[in-house]
């Protein structure tokens, strides 16, 4: 049988890593496809594509400076797709391969946050939407990262709202009480088994 496909989105602070990180503790093949994009990041062959699109501005010591490319995309959106052309499709490449690694199991969970951005949802089988309330995102991600209200605010600007996104969702987890959000999985783990 063909290994299902669930989409794990978020908007940011909503938690998706957590929860994606528990439906990993109970046994399930969790891709974090943020994970991977970094590391792709850093290959010979980005490295040299990146230079011939952004020149040298972009790197420190000769190695891409993912804060100096975040600054730049943010105000270019153009800038920004030609960065997911040279990104998408090798994160693309490397998911094929690894669920490969994982033929056998009923499902997979494939962790980012731009599933309904980048339009892979309807690469998935299903799709499972992490929520809490914006005044609490924007908490988590200031105490996480450390950053203002207003850059919190910014981030989320470029993201779809939930309203959007639940719309295109199977499966809501309400992460504003991690407890809560845990009984849920176990429940999506189960409805999932069954189907
Ligand atoms: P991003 O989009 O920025 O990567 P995310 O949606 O993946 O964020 P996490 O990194 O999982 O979110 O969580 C954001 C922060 O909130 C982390 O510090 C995490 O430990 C914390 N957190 C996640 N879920 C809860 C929860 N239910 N209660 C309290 N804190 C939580």
Not at 166 to 192: F, G, P
Request: glycine content about 6%.
């Amino acid at each position: 049988m063909k290994t299902k496909i669930i989409g794990l989105t978020g908007g940011i602070g909503s938690g998706k890593t957590t929860i994606a990180r528990y439906f990993e503790s109970l046994g399930i093949p969790v891709y974090i496809a943020d994970d991977e994009a970094k590391k792709i990041l850093y290959t010979p062959e980005v490295v040299a594509e990146l230079v011939e699109k952004f020149g040298n501005n972009i790197f420190t010591d000769g190695i891409p400076d993912r804060t100096k490319i975040a600054e730049i995309v943010f105000k270019q959106p153009e800038k920004l797709a030609v960065l997911n052309s040279i990104i998408h499709p090798k994160v693309g490449e490397h998911f094929k391969k690894w669920i490969t690694e994982n033929t056998g199991k009923l499902f997979v969970i494939k962790e980012t946050a731009i599933l309904f951005e980048s339009g892979s949802y309807k690469d998935c089988d299903a799709v499972i939407l992490v929520t809490a309330p914006i005044e609490v995102r924007v908490d988590r991600v200031m105490q996480r990262d450390g950053v203002t209200k207003d850059k919190v605010l910014e981030r989320m600007a470029n993201q779809w709202d939930d309203e959007k996104k639940a719309a295109l969702s199977n499966y809501i987890i309400d992460n504003t009480d991690l407890e809560s959000a845990k009984k849920q999985v176990v429940k999506i783990v189960k409805l999932v088994n069954s189907l």
